[in-house]
């Protein structure tokens, strides 16, 4: 399918560096190196700019193939997760696009695997300066991709929506139960029109403003919220709000609300299950706010709901526990 809005906006980016994602592998990148093809940055071209190999390229480009086969490069992601969808993006690659590419899977524990390739996208048909949503059914938790190009060219982005799957063990200790390393998800807000609810539980501190979850100035009643399903049900002791770079826009107020649902689709925003977990708290800019005592004891919980008071920006939530088996 091609088309210029992305159906997995649900899903989590699998490719990003900040995880731990590598491109381990490439049969040739001549023209353009392979890193460029998971770059977190929107593809860009540059009029007139060349290097040493001909038209600089923001992706990954082979040399023109003057013999059978085809290329391919492996991508290892940092995190094991399930690949619910796939973009395989061609923007401004006109006369040097692959005319098909298919994707394999697999697990392995190297960068270069031999273990046996699994085909999840068949090879299909790409079109010049273009997005291809791919959308992939299965369930199978994987480690690499294998983009294959036939036979050769240059892919401006390979995006890859999914959910981290990991293997987060009931060791007593504290961990962070929303971290995106740990499972963690967003999985619906009351707005995102100037920040991803995906950025909250990444790893690292916020970069910039855009590395947040940002809502539009309210001009009615109410206020906005996001919901997060944790890793693992957990018991929640410490929480942590962190407005960095939020200036002008952060919210006045915060509160969150947590509860044990059997499925994500059951964490609806108006369900009478939340119970509060941090009641109404003070919020300042650009600073990292720690709550412990504030917490309320509501046992295990497996979502949380993080409501702003009454719009703004917040850039990363931590909810440290422990896991918990009781949920």
């Not at 085909?119 to 291809?132: G, K, S």
């Not at 504030?294 to 896991?323: K, M, T």
């Amino acid at each position: 399918m091609i088309s210029g809005n992305n159906p997995f906006r649900e899903w989590i980016q699998l490719e990003q560096p900040r995880l731990g994602t590598r491109v381990t592998v490439a049969t040739d990148e001549f023209f353009a190196a392979k890193e460029r093809l998971i770059q977190p940055a929107e593809p860009v071209f540059v009029d007139g700019k060349y290097d040493d190999h001909g038209k600089w390229m923001d992706g990954w480009e082979s040399r023109r193939r003057r013999t059978p086969g085809f290329d391919f490069c492996i991508v290892r992601l940092g995190v094991p997760g399930i690949v619910r969808g796939v973009d395989i993006d061609t923007r401004y690659f006109t006369g040097n696009y692959p005319p098909q590419a298919s994707l394999d899977a697999c697990v392995s524990e190297d960068d270069e695997p031999d273990s046996d390739w699994t085909e999840i996208v068949p090879m299909t048909e790409l079109a010049a300066d273009a997005h291809h949503f791919l959308p992939i059914e299965s369930e199978q938790v994987w480690t690499h991709l294998r983009l294959n190009i036939y036979p050769d060219g240059g892919i401006a982005r390979l995006r890859i929506y999914g959910e981290v799957r990991p293997e987060l063990e009931d060791t007593g200790d504290v961990v962070d139960l929303v971290a995106l390393k740990n499972g963690g998800r967003a999985l619906s807000a009351s707005d995102e029109h100037y920040g991803s609810k995906h950025n909250l539980n990444v790893p690292g501190r916020g970069v910039n403003m855009g590395d947040g979850w940002e809502t539009a100035r309210r001009r009615g009643p109410g206020n906005d919220w996001v919901i997060l399903a944790l890793g693992r049900p957990g018991i929640v002791e410490r929480i942590e709000v962190d407005t960095a770079h939020f200036k002008g826009n952060y919210p006045d107020r915060v509160s969150i609300e947590a509860a044990t649902f059997a499925s994500h689709d059951a964490a609806a925003a108006d369900s009478e299950r939340w119970q509060t977990l941090l009641p109404e708290s003070k919020l300042h800019m650009d600073q990292q706010h720690y709550f412990e005592s504030e917490l309320n004891d509501i046992g295990p919980v497996s979502h949380v709901r993080l409501s702003i008071y009454p719009d703004g920006g917040v850039s990363r939530l931590r909810v440290y526990g422990r896991v918990s088996g009781d949920a």
